[in-house]
Structures are given as structure tokens and as C-alpha cells.
């Protein structure tokens, strides 16, 4: 089998080409632009081995990604490529229309010319298997879950722009028959996470002893996942799922934003002990605006008919997590010197060039 992974550079892209590369022994064509999320560091066990192949190519160049389908020939696109982080949405939305929905409308028709024209055996196996984010749900009250039959009312730039991606990939599927299957996911962490995401940037910070900047009142929850356990629900989707069909994954782990930098301090204070509790460094700040209060998956359809579920709890995922990035300081100092040294992003700026206050944007 030959899979093409779009946004393969990437933080869960990149976990899911190593997975494929080493476990499941498939051909990988890695097709990335490289742009400041996407690090080829992260692919370093498999970027030479024989079965990988790694494409620069931007997902909105419909010429340069149709000679790589005619020449590659893949029987799945696993496409993950996208603008990701929601605070970059808030500060400049233009690039997440342009990636998130005119990008994936690209890869979609390039798909389908490619599609189009193989055998009937080799049409019906096919697969494009579009990834996204269970922010297209919006925010959930104090009880319940986002189910696949949650109507969408996403709330930043980053998850109007995935859902409309979502809209696109069901649309190729129910006008042109083309088999597309989407998964919606909650939030990820694990190795190589970018550390401008919550996660990493408390464990970096923690370990410099810096400031830990949280949202608001820190009372947002979020069901977190870990990123390995992702990649093996993503390969069961894409070789087992029904074409038509939507698959919600979850790591039936909610925990407030308080309680993870709480529990990121322990941990560093155990494993790199400092006088006094990192829990000091902890600083509230202006809330993201928009935030969405909670996220929560009910992920019964993917467990019930794929038999997937997360093989991680919380608790020895974030331990795993912390080891990783203690053990792989040459990974992110790379990343804190050159790319992004932890910086405030997404407080809608004004055109006078003054951030707007916490009250404004909520
Ligand atoms: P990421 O930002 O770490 O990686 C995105 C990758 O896409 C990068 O390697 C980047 O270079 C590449 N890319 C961006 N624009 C491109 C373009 N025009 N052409 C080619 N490559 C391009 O993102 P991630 O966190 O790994 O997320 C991957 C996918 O999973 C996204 O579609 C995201 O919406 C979805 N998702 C993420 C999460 C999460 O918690 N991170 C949760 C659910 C779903």
C-alpha cells in the first residue's frame, strides 16, 4: 500500500508517517511545504529509509501535486496538512481561507482527477481521508459530548476554516461517489508538539523556570489525546473505515487548562527538582477571545465498529511527554532560537497596533 501524507513534517502528521513507516512497513510519500510548523527533524528515524519519500510541495499547487499523483500512484492521501493554531487564526485568518479550504479543495480535485481514472477495483479501494478537529463542533456547557451528528458551529477562523474543509470532503463524496472518510479529533499532545501550543510551551517554560502564562481563569477544558494513540486510530480509518462515513476521536480525558499546568509542574518538579513549586510561576492572562469553554468526544462509533480506543491515560502520556522533551533539547532549542522563542500571539490587535483587553473579545 502507498500513502500520501500531506502536512507529513508536521506534529501528528509526523507521528503518523513514522508509524506507517516503521510498524506498518507501507510506502509513505511525505508531501510538505515546510512552513514554520513543519520541521523535517521530526521525520529524522524515517527520512531515509527506503520505504519514504519526502515531496516539498505546497497542497495548493494543483500542477505540482497532480505530477506527484501521476508519478506516485497512491492508494490513500491521508491529508493533514493545514494552518493549525487557533491564536494564529485570530491574528491573521487570510492564511488559514487560503491552506485550511482552498488547499484542501485542491488536494481533493487532484484526488479526484487521479481517482477518476484508475480500474473499478482499484477506484473502490481507494481513499482520501480527510483529518480535522472537533472545533467544528464549537463549545460544549458543563455536560455532554460532541457525538458525529453534533451540528457544526465553530467559533475561531482556525475551525470555521476546518469546517469548511469538513463541508468540501463530504461534498467530493456524496457528488462525485470519490471515497472520502473524515475523522474530527480532540486536542493532541505528545513529542514533537511546536511549542506554541499549551502543552509544550508549560513544559519549556517550567524547565526555564519562566512564567506560565494561562488563558482566562484556566477553567477551559479540553479532552486531551495523545498523539501516538491518534496515529493508530488515523490507520485504522483509513484502512478499515467505510467511505461516506465520519469517525470522532477523543482521549476520554477532560481536564481544565489549570489542572494540566498544575500537573506539568509536578511532574517537572520530580524529574528536575527547584527550591521552590514550579505551581508559583503559574500567571493568569488575558483570555484568548472567542475561547470556547470546553470540548469533550464521544468516541463510541470508532471503539464500537474499529475497536480503536487510546492506549495512554492522561497521567502516563504527560509523563512520557515531559521525558521527550527533557531528553530531546536539540529538537526545540532549534525551534525556541530560530522560529518561536514563546512569545503572545492572538490578542486581535488593534490598527493602532495595541492589543485589545481580556473583556473585549469574550
Ligand atoms: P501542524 O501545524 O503541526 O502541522 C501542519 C503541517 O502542514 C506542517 O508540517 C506544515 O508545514 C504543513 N503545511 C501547512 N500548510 C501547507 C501547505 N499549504 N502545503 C503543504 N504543507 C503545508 O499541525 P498538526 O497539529 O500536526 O495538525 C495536523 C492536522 O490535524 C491539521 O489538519 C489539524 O487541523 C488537525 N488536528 C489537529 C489537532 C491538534 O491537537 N493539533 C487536533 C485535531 C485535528
Redo the contacts with the bound molecule.
Keep these: 500500500m502507498k500513502v500520501v501524507v500531506?502536512?507529513g513534517?508536521?506534529?501528528?502528521?509526523s507521528a503518523v508517517v513514522r508509524k506507517l513507516v516503521l510498524q506498518e512497513n507501507v510506502d509513505v510519500v511525505t508531501?510538505?511545504?515546510?512552513?514554520y510548523?513543519?520541521n523535517l527533524g521530526s521525520l529524522a528515524a524515517v527520512l531515509e529509509r527506503s520505504n519514504h519519500k519526502f515531496v516539498k510541495?505546497?497542497?495548493?499547487d494543483n500542477k505540482a501535486v497532480s505530477e506527484l499523483f501521476e508519478a506516485e500512484r497512491p492508494d490513500a492521501v491521508m491529508h493533514?496538512?493545514?494552518?493549525?493554531?487557533v491564536d494564529r487564526s485570530i491574528d491573521g485568518p487570510a492564511e488559514f481561507i487560503d491552506?485550511n479550504i482552498v488547499?484542501t479543495y485542491q488536494m481533493l480535485e487532484v484526488a479526484r482527477a487521479y481517482w477518476s481514472n484508475l480500474s473499478s477495483n482499484k477506484m473502490e479501494a481507494f481513499r482520501f481521508h480527510h483529518?480535522?478537529?472537533d472545533e467544528v463542533f464549537g463549545s460544549l456547557g458543563p455536560s455532554g459530548a460532541f457525538s458525529e451528528n453534533t451540528p457544526y458551529a465553530p467559533n475561531s477562523p482556525y475551525s470555521a476554516s476546518?469546517a469548511a474543509s469538513d463541508h468540501l470532503a463530504r461534498a467530493w463524496f456524496h457528488t462525485y461517489g470519490m471515497p472520502v472518510v473524515t475523522t474530527n479529533?480532540?486536542?493532541?499532545y505528545g513529542p514533537y508538539h511546536?511549542p506554541e501550543k499549551l502543552i509544550p510551551l508549560m513544559i519549556l517554560n517550567g524547565l526555564e523556570q519562566k512564567t506560565l502564562p494561562v488563558y482566562g481563569s484556566g477553567e477551559n477544558v479540553r479532552d486531551w489525546l495523545h498523539v501516538e494513540d491518534h496515529a493508530d486510530a488515523l490507520w485504522q480509518v483509513v484502512t478499515r473505515g467505510v467511505p461516506g462515513e465520519v469517525y470522532n476521536i477523543g482521549g476520554e480525558a477532560e481536564r481544565t487548562n489549570i489542572d494540566v499546568v498544575g500537573t506539568i509542574c509536578d511532574l517537572l518538579d520530580e524529574v528536575v527538582p527547584v527550591e521552590t513549586s514550579r505551581r508559583n510561576l503559574i500567571s493568569f492572562v488575558a483570555d484568548r477571545p472567542g475561547h470556547d469553554a470546553r470540548y469533550a468526544m464521544d468516541i463510541s462509533k470508532i471503539s464500537n465498529e474499529l475497536g480503536w480506543r487510546p492506549k495512554y491515560t492522561f497521567e502516563s502520556g504527560l509523563r512520557q511527554t515531559v521525558e521527550w522533551y527533557l531528553s530531546n533539547r536539540a529538537w526545540w532549542e532549534a525551534i525556541r532560537d530560530d522560529r518561536y522563542a514563546g512569545d503572545r500571539l492572538g490578542l486581535k490587535t488593534k490598527s493602532n497596533g495595541t492589543s485589545s483587553s481580556a473583556s473585549e473579545g469574550l
Excluded: M, Q, V
Design positions: 500531506t502536512g513534517a508536521g506534529f501528528i502528521g508531501l510538505d511545504c515546510l512552513t510548523a513543519g510541495a505546497d497542497i495548493r493533514l496538512a493545514a494552518e493549525s493554531h491552506t488547499g483529518i480535522s478537529t476546518k479529533c480532540s486536542n493532541n511546536f
